[in-house]
């Protein structure tokens, strides 16, 4: 395998990704509508690795421009991330929700079967199992309904892409359930870059830090944990991406469709990750108790022993390295990436 079409590539976990298959002699072929990622993020991955990968601006929902992409390249896997992601935006606009990330999973795949491209790895998420019934979560605990419209557009494509598996056994695809992605690319040069407000924690704290936010709402001190607040696993995303590369080489074996948790294993509380934060980065963050937010569950972590067991993949970064990353990746571009 060798040529590996990653859509959304230009995203957060995207880039990282493109990033961690470039390293490992793979050539990443990127599609992206830059509908919540910037063409600079290209320049900046030409910067750390001095590759700069074969781009292509396109709405991977329209088909006809989709497939110019499978008609100029032999694609050996693709790794689709592009979609929607946002949990509260998608309450407010469930068809664009539904319309773009099913749409997207269903090009691909028919593209997939059209060009006789048989690996497949798709951008998951923990969402999937709903109000955890027991934590940590194993990748055989029910798939409930999700908590709001994003949530269940994964729900709805890991089903697709099930049934998709039976109706050719041929196929290899992953479903990958990834945790809390935090952190940047320890150069500073990639990160987390959301348009307006943050709505995830460590985008938020980082603002504060440097001054941008006056100071974090904590939402929620009276759920069932140690200290009253949320539990998260946490994931370094350069850990997510390598996880995917490692997913790419049990694809190669043809395991048929896999199922992953990308997390730690760990789970941290918010105000754990924020004394972390103020431990590796030397600031204060100023914070206050808010009620709790709609949607969110008390307790969300991985096991992930059958990632490291199938894989060999496991998390090498701890907390602090994201904090510290998140952090630097924050001062060298206090507007984000122009
Ligand atoms: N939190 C705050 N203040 C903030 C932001 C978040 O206290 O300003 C708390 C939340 O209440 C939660 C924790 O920090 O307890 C993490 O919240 P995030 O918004 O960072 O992440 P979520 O766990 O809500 O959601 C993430 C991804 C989703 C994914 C989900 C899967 O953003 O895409 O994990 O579990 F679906």
């Given at each position: 395998m060798k040529n590996i079409l990653v859509t959304g590539g230009l995203g957060f976990i995207g880039s990282e990704t493109v990033i961690a298959l470039l390293e490992k002699g793979y050539q990443p072929i990127i599609v992206d509508d830059l509908y919540n990622a910037k063409l600079a993020v290209l320049d900046r991955i030409e910067t750390i690795t001095h590759v700069r990968p074969k781009f292509y601006e396109v709405d991977v929902t329209d088909q006809a421009k989709t497939e110019?992409?499978?008609?100029?390249?032999?694609?050996?896997?693709?790794?689709?991330?592009?979609?929607?992601?946002?949990?509260?935006?998608?309450?407010?606009?469930?068809?664009?929700?539904?319309?773009?990330?099913?749409?997207?999973?269903?090009?691909?795949?028919?593209?997939?079967?059209?060009?006789?491209?048989?690996?497949?790895?798709?951008?998951?998420?923990?969402?999937?199992?709903?109000?955890?019934?027991?934590?940590?979560?194993?990748?055989?605990?029910?798939?409930?309904?999700?908590?709001?419209?994003?949530?269940?557009?994964?729900?709805?494509?890991?089903?697709?892409?099930?049934?998709?598996?039976?109706?050719?056994?041929?196929?290899?695809?992953?479903?990958?359930?990834?945790?809390?992605?935090?952190?940047?690319?320890?150069?500073?040069?990639?990160?987390?870059?959301?348009?307006?407000?943050?709505?995830?924690?460590?985008?938020?704290?980082s603002q504060v830090a440097i001054g941008k936010l006056k100071c974090l709402k904590v939402f929620g001190n009276d759920y069932p944990t140690p200290d009253g607040t949320g539990v998260r696993d946490f994931i370094h995303v350069v850990d997510l991406a390598e996880g995917h590369v490692a997913t790419l080489k049990k694809l190669e074996q043809n395991p048929g469709l896999v199922i992953y948790n990308l997390g730690t294993g760990k789970g941290t509380t918010v105000l754990e990750l924020v004394h972390a934060f103020e431990e590796a980065n030397h600031v204060k963050i100023p914070y206050v108790i808010a009620p709790r937010r709609e949607g969110d569950v008390a307790v969300n972590y991985a096991n992930c022993d059958k990632a490291y067991r199938e894989l060999g993949w496991k998390a090498r970064f701890t907390i602090a390295d994201a904090c510290r990353d998140a952090y630097h990746f924050q001062k060298m571009n206090p507007n984000g990436i122009q």
């Open positions: 110019k992409i499978f008609q100029e390249n032999q694609i050996d896997a693709v790794i689709h991330f592009a979609g929607y992601k946002a949990v509260g935006e998608s309450v407010y606009k469930p068809i664009e929700y539904y319309r773009n990330n099913l749409d997207s999973a269903l090009v691909i795949v028919d593209l997939m079967r059209k060009y006789g491209v048989k690996n497949l790895i798709f951008s998951s998420s923990a969402t999937v199992y709903g109000v955890p019934e027991r934590v940590p979560l194993v990748e055989t605990d029910p798939v409930s309904e999700a908590t709001n419209p994003y949530g269940e557009t994964k729900v709805m494509i890991e089903r697709i892409l099930k049934d998709v598996y039976k109706a050719d056994p041929t196929l290899n695809i992953a479903l990958l359930r990834y945790f809390n992605p935090i952190g940047a690319h320890p150069s500073g040069l990639l990160g987390e870059d959301p348009n307006g407000i943050p709505n995830n924690l460590l985008p938020y704290v």
